[in-house]
């Protein structure tokens, strides 16, 4: 199985700063890499997919990068409603989800 | 719009099964895979299968094997997931998500979760 991780686990930031998430895969998924804002009582939802492809409706503060095992979603200009969990899913093989990062008010 | 409704909250004793459904509405039913991922309390998010509307095909992961059905009924445009032999870690919020089938697969689509409490 695809393992997934993701750094920082937790970070604490400011509205209008930038702030970026990393996660890596156990092995290459190509561009297979999503990524899902949740927030508190709510379902997921869909940012980015195919590692940097901006979903409908989706503001363009939120990007993703990268390809094979590494890649990164940043965020400019964080709102409030950016404080949230994000969470990286590779969907290669299956669809092994990373641990999340708790994005926090500093 | 699209639209993913559950069915409500579940308690369940150890040893027990639950059924959880999944109706769609909003698009074609028969276009899009449906996939459940489950989150404990206060943990991420976990895979745990999917079912073709096309044939009833499902795919599952390999923890689950054994003690999870998923089904779909066309005509209601509904699917249902059940799993059996509950255990206290089966406690988590079960969602239903949408996606088109085949690698490079994203969730663009959720219903709402629903809470099974296994106790």
């Known amino acids: 199985d695809i393992q997934m991780t993701q750094s920082p686990s937790s970070l604490a930031a400011s509205v209008g700063d930038t702030v970026t998430i990393t996660c890596r895969a156990s092995q290459s998924v190509g561009n297979f890499l999503n990524w899902y804002r949740q927030r508190p009582g709510e379902a997921p939802q869909l940012l980015i997919y195919r590692a940097s492809t901006l979903q409908s409706g989706v503001p363009s503060r939120f990007a993703g990068r990268g390809s094979g095992t590494d890649f990164s979603l940043a965020i400019s200009s964080l709102q409030p409603d950016d404080y949230a969990i994000y969470y990286c899913?590779?969907?290669?093989?299956?669809?092994?989800f990373g641990p999340g990062t708790r994005v926090e008010v500093k | 719009q699209v639209q993913l409704v559950q069915s409500g909250a579940e308690v369940k004793k150890p040893g027990a099964s639950v059924k959880i459904s999944c109706q769609a509405s909003?698009?074609?039913?028969?276009?899009?895979?449906m996939y459940w991922v489950r989150q404990a309390p206060g943990q991420g998010l976990e895979w745990v299968g999917a079912v073709n509307p096309v044939g009833g095909s499902t795919g599952t992961a390999q923890k689950f094997e054994g003690r999870l059905t998923m089904t779909r009924d066309t005509t209601a445009s509904t699917v249902y997931m059940e799993l059996k032999n509950l255990r206290s870690e089966d406690t988590a919020v079960y969602y239903c998500?949408?996606?088109?089938?085949?690698?490079?697969?994203?969730?663009?689509?959720w219903g709402q979760g629903t809470l099974v409490t296994v106790s």
């Open positions: 909003g698009y074609n039913f028969m276009n899009y895979y």
């Open positions: 998500a949408r996606a088109v089938a085949g690698r490079g697969y994203y969730f663009d689509f």
């Open positions: 899913q590779q969907s290669y093989s299956t669809g092994t």
